[in-house]
């Protein structure tokens, strides 16, 4: 299957394929997290980037809640649609069981409970077992009239009369749902947990102490009585799973909210980083500001020679110094011609650090100071699109057209976004304009190739990478991305063999700076192909040990770990990637499966019997 994103998405297969839809359990989500993030997704102004071994692409964020194939939603529309399923799943915790199904709503017919004796602690001992069983049922029956008619504080008298008769799991539950629609909560909660204690697997007892923790904000506990809910109906009800997914978004959003309020900005990984500066073709040193020029680092000029001098080094620490050094340029000021330059690169880094609003005005700036400077046009375009200004971002590539029309630059960018919103032949057009201006621009050449591969043009695209190996054979960003393909069509000793010739070339070009990708894709192919954790594992680490803010590396051992049930191991792995997020979207997801993992693990110390079951349907030691 062609790619969706460039570079090709390579899943983790599971062992055995899984038995249940993949929109209806969260554990396939939470397995599909490489997949999902095979090349992480940054929110980088208005648009996703997502990091590519040929720098970036803009990936046009998609509400969580919207199909990808499916039509947008207003906002009206999507708050709609979640207030529907919430009332759904509330009204289906709330209506009774089979067995307590109300009549039509009518007067219920309380003049037969005349005929029982009074029912209380006391007087229950004197009957008979049959006589118990007789008048639970008839209490029972009498409890479903009551609440037919919405007598809900009749029939709670009647089901716990019914109850005192015999402690049944349904009759506990019944009373429930009349708690359920007073909104007592609490009692709710205890007349489930009754009920769970006499029937573990009662499923109407779970989806209703779960709706109940809902409402008290308890979402941990609420997902915990969901996820063990959908396990044992085997993922069949689609209003439990679609309860899950609620329930981890509520979560995460609620715990991002929290994080975020005291979270400083930082950078994200040195990989990141500096695919994100080699998406735009080098240029040399601006000119009074050679490392030949003597400037004082007391000056802003000075600065700014330190600045791009720490950029050239390629290494996170380096881009800190690099962002700490722009910023100081600016402010100690006269810095002449190189003005719009420092704006330029401090907002760079402000995008970087996901400080949208700050960057788009240092580039905004830019521009005012120097119209000629098409990279922040380029740049503010991602900005636009960020906060949700498509027809702004579009005007921008114009104007720096306007600017410029033999920049190479502005097509390759373009081309991202074209290809993003699956206009492949206006991609093409505009990755082979870009190679028309610049042939020299390995990264045009790449995504050009991946354009054709997704485009069905497999023996184009295989052609195009052929000669860029024949163009480019000491660049390893072009075997990263052939093997990828390979992978992709599951000729994995092909593909393992152009990720070793990435990973030593990267290894004999930038021993300080290298890029860990190969790495984690020669990983994910040992895995896909043999399996072979212990390998996939090592070559994980080797990644983090290089960079240790990866998120690509940290997302694939966390699936690793994952696919061998090492779930405790995985859930630190997922916490990390919470902690490496710099953006809202990208914490809420990171949170949404580490929750989900929590999850996972309490469903083994409190439901032994249902993590197996789950293991079985999965095929495997790990969650699917």
């Known amino acids: ?114 005929e029982l004796p009074e029912i209380d602690e006391e007087s229950v001992v004197r009957l008979s077992e049959e006589e118990r069983k007789a008048y639970a049922a008839k209490l029972k029956e009498l409890g479903n009239k009551a609440y037919g008619s919405k007598d809900f504080n009749k029939a709670i008298q009647l089901y716990s009369k019914a109850i005192i008769c015999k402690p049944d799991p349904v009759y506990f539950s019944n009373r429930a749902a009349c708690h359920n629609a007073l909104a007592e909560w ?15 697997h009662y499923v109407k007892a779970l989806n209703r102490r779960a709706n109940a923790y809902d409402q008290l904000s308890r979402y941990s506990d609420a997902l915990l009585d969901f996820t063990a809910s959908c396990i044992i109906d085997g993922f069949r009800n689609e209003q439990s799973a679609q309860a ?63 600045g791009l001098k720490h950029l050239e080094s390629k290494t996170g620490t380096g881009y800190e110094e690099a962002s700490a050094a722009f910023k100081k340029a600016l402010d100690l000021g006269e810095l002449g011609a190189h003005e719009a330059l420092a704006y330029n690169l401090r907002g760079t880094f402000h995008c970087l650090m996901g400080k949208h609003e700050e960057a788009l005005a240092d580039l905004s700036k830019s521009i005012e100071i120097d119209p000629a400077m098409t990279q922040s046009y380029i740049k503010r375009a991602s900005m636009n699109l960020e906060l949700g200004h498509p027809d702004k971002a579009e005007e921008d590539f114009n104007k ?26 206006e991609a093409a057009k505009d990755y082979q304009k870009s190679i028309d201006l610049d042939s020299d621009f390995i990264f045009s050449h790449i995504q050009l190739g991946v354009t054709q591969y997704k485009m069905g043009s497999i023996a184009s695209s295989m052609a195009t990478f052929r000669r860029c190996m024949k163009n480019f054979d000491q660049t390893p960003d ?147």
């Open 1 to 114: 299957m062609a790619p969706t994103i460039p570079p090709p998405s390579v899943p983790i297969p599971a062992a055995t394929p899984v038995t249940v839809p993949a929109d209806s359990s969260i554990w396939d989500r939470v397995s599909n997290w490489v997949s999902e993030n095979k090349a992480v997704v940054y929110t980088i102004a208005g648009v996703s980037v997502v990091i590519t071994t040929a720098g970036v692409v803009y990936y046009l964020r998609k509400g969580s809640e919207q199909k990808e194939s499916g039509p947008k939603l207003s906002k009206k529309e999507r708050r709609k649609r979640k207030q529907a399923e919430k009332e759904e799943a509330e009204k289906a915790a709330a209506s009774p069981t089979e067995e307590a199904a109300p009549t039509q709503p009518k007067a219920a017919v309380v003049e037969s409970a005349d």
């Open 186 to 200: 609490e009692q709710v909660v205890a007349d489930t947990t009754a009920a769970l204690k006499l029937d573990p």
């Open 244 to 306: 899950v997914e609620r329930l981890l978004k509520k979560f995460a959003e609620n715990k991002a909210k929290e994080i975020l309020e005291t979270k400083p900005p930082k950078l994200p990984s040195s990989t990141f980083v500096g695919n994100y500066l080699q998406s735009f073709r080098s240029k040399p040193r601006p000119e009074g500001l050679e490392d030949s020029v003597e400037l004082s680092e007391e000056t802003g000029l000075g600065q700014m020679q330190l």
């Open 400 to 425: 720096a057209i306007e600017q410029n029309a033999e920049d190479p630059d502005i097509y390759y960018h373009r081309a991202q976004l074209h290809f993003i919103k699956g206009e492949f032949a």
């Open 478 to 624: 072009v075997y990263n991305y052939y093997g990828e393909l390979l992978l992709d069509q599951n000729k994995f000793q092909e593909a393992i063999e152009k990720f070793d010739t990435a990973i030593a070339l990267e290894k004999e070009t930038k021993p300080m700076c290298m890029n860990v990708l190969p790495l984690i894709n020669k990983a994910l192919a040992l895995f896909q192909w043999k399996q072979d954790y212990a390998e996939a594992e090592q070559l994980c680490e080797k990644a983090l040990i290089i960079d240790p803010e990866c998120d690509i590396a940290v997302a694939t051992m966390a699936q690793l770990l994952l696919q061998q049930g090492k779930v405790v191991e995985a859930l630190k792995f997922f916490e990390r990637a919470a902690e490496l997020a710099r953006t809202e979207g990208e914490l809420v997801n990171a949170l949404s499966y580490a929750e989900a993992t929590r999850t996972q693990i309490q469903v083994q110390e409190n439901y032994p019997e249902l993590a197996s079951k789950l293991q079985g349907m999965s095929g495997g030691p790990g969650m699917r």
